[in-house]
DNA sequence: AATGAATGAGACTTCATTCAT
DNA sequence: AATGAATGAAGTCTCATTCAT
């Protein structure tokens, strides 16, 4: 039950933003050094420096700490990637942005992302069933659904099933960031980057004709991939 | 600790076996069914109608059991798709077996391939890292690899880096099984078989000179980004 | 401990005063609707729109605060049948108030009197033994114990342990208190009350011979029972 | 959920149900002498002699656990008092047995007495609300109000309310065994049966008229009391 | 006079593991 | 070869209490 003391109001102090950052923070960096089934509040708080209560001071209970720390984390790589997508007119712009950004966020935020990975794969139902499961995937492959289609209208794009088109990006970039997991700096994300682009937009470009819209040249000059 | 007794040495009657095999089968059950996390010894046990006991004697603890499914399992899919592969000659047809064999492979032994991915994502060792990460993937990546340098060398695939384009067939295979965990019957296995062929075939044949067995493939002029 | 600076001696401003006698309003409403283990200070200082400090300022603690709510509900449950008995001669009429009067708290205080059976329950020594167990009857059962000495000193009840008797109208009352926090207003409190009196007038009246004070008639005139 | 490995099923070995009475048991004894709140599984356990572990493993829950033992008291009680009620054939013989069994039973099983309150008292749903309330008297009640409506059809009692002088008899006899609880032995309970059978015949006989059914004397001896 | 923040003990529960039989 | 019984550690959560401001 959402017992009283708690600040979780609308009004927040400045001290118990910063404390409930601070938690967060914690929380990620546990969930990806230790993994799901590791982070324990104890870890955190210990992390944290802080004790157990404080945890359930500011979170009511590990279940909506972790939504917390997955909202949070969604929030911050959308707000990374997507702004930059936007500025982009075409299709094929658009998904080598995409990818670019999304691995960009994996190299500059490496335990943000480890931790999402970590909490896709682990947070589960009371039964057992995943409950971050493909489903809370669904904004982001619909997002690149809605770009495959207005690139298949334009005639960018050859005809193909979005959702399995959707599917193999999110999971190469996954995939891409467990190598990175495993092997660190071994994996040069850079390449990665760079191949991925040329894969999907391999994969993807309609190349069985003339463009259609081949009198309209890219609408703004072409921007330095850095 | 092994204690002495217990049947893990190469001599194992028809008996022993057979309890192996059964609590492996009903171990997988579990998995699929209740998670990683959920999935503890008397769970399994119940489901074989066996005593928690009987898994001690058979299993070092639960990492043991718990390896020795993954080992199975991997064995088993092994074992499904690569002879396929092997009666291929090029490499294009190679990695549509490939493909066709590892989506067969999620509708024919669906809780199987389950158990699989919960085991990536939830075994762990004492410390909280991934036992069984990306560096598990190895075996299959390296064949991907390997199938794909064949391509390049024939000239049937375009320049590009062998280690991302498996890697890519590896997340986009497992992110389709993900979805059918999570959709079930909705999602379409024969569709995304096709269309991940189709994906990939795209994404690596060369279109731009001659047909495979040409004199000169391109050796590897552009690794341009596009 | 009591720490210096608490208002806990005689001397007490108006708002002290007010914010006491509010903190026990609250514990009441809290003990009534959640039961005494459920009656955390944080529910209460949520009620009261205090803070918990606030509870701590003015009482020593939990177990003070729920010995106050006692003994100030013990006083006006007294003040408000007590006196309604004193104006009554005869012993079964002060009977026939107590019980009225009981039942009548019970409708116009319903919180008052479940908080009150909520404290007798629950409030333990540390040790575990009950701190306001029988014991906290004793003035209650005394005092009916006096009236019933009184009338069979005027040969208007028959002989009988005066302790059980008392014994039996409390429990009959508590019983009754039970139903109505059970059951609500299903429960017919004045049919209860009407019933009650007439049991006991039943169970206590002398019909063996004539009245020895049959020459002095009821000295006021047969109040209404409703 | 109800785990595996429990053995709660029909079939029960010898030592299972040993250890079974044994939890019972000792769970009455801390239920009584530390009252409901302080009733923990480790206070229960330790005062056993075994592991916190063992009660999980016989019970699923405390909330199992104490449900248990309402039963088994509850059954333990209907079994010594009932079957000596049913030998009776009057009303007023039935319910002269009913209170003499209930407070014999105080006497001989002070604890389950005890405990029994503790429960009634202390249990309660997830929001604080008594789970054991009124409502668990039921049976009892209705068992009474059954007697009586008997002797009044019978005209051996006069009209009156049976719940009502349901509700009296059991808060009578409660209200004994708490004073029993307090000052042990110092009650006694001989006398308290013997003026509460006195009371509750005068309370309900019908001495108004003659007896209905006076042509038909006391079918069976007269048993004496004690 | 009051508050928000923090602590730490204690409760219940789960589960891998051990062991006598 | 197998089982039932038991343990003990670890986890999450609640809550009375303390303290600096």
Redesign the pocket.
């Known amino acids: 039950?959402a017992?009283?003391?708690?600040?979780r109001g609308e009004r927040?102090?400045?001290?118990?933003?910063?404390?409930r950052a601070q938690i967060i923070e914690c929380t990620i960096a546990v969930l990806a050094s230790h993994g799901y089934a590791?982070?324990?509040?104890?870890?955190?708080?210990e992390r944290a420096?802080?004790?157990?209560?404080?945890?359930?001071?500011?979170?009511?209970?590990?279940?909506?700490?972790i939504a917390q720390v997955h909202a949070e984390t969604m929030m911050l790589v959308t707000k990374l990637v997507l702004p930059a997508v936007a500025t982009e007119v075409r299709a094929s712009d658009k998904l080598r942005v995409y990818i670019e950004g999304s691995i960009a966020f994996v190299e500059t935020h490496a335990a943000h992302a480890t931790a999402l990975l970590e909490i896709w794969n682990g947070l589960r139902t009371p039964e057992g069933r995943p409950a971050f499961d493909a489903r809370s995937h669904e904004p982001g492959l619909e997002f690149l659904e809605g770009i495959m289609r207005q690139g298949q209208k334009d005639g960018e794009f050859r005809p193909f099933v979005p959702r399995i088109m959707a599917l193999a990006i999110r999971g190469a970039i996954d995939c891409v960031l467990l190598q990175r997991v495993a092997y660190g700096d071994k994996v040069d994300l850079r390449e990665a980057a760079r191949e991925l682009v040329a894969l999907f937009d391999a994969a993807m470009r309609d190349v069985s004709g003339p463009r259609p819209t081949s009198a309209a040249p890219p609408p703004k000059a072409r921007r330095g991939r850095r």
Chains 1, 2, 3, 4 share one sequence.
């Open positions: 039950m017992s009283a003391g708690k600040p927040r102090t400045f001290i118990e933003e910063a404390r590791h982070a324990s509040l104890a870890t955190i708080a420096g802080i004790s157990k209560g404080v945890i359930s001071y500011y979170f009511d209970g590990k279940e909506d700490l």
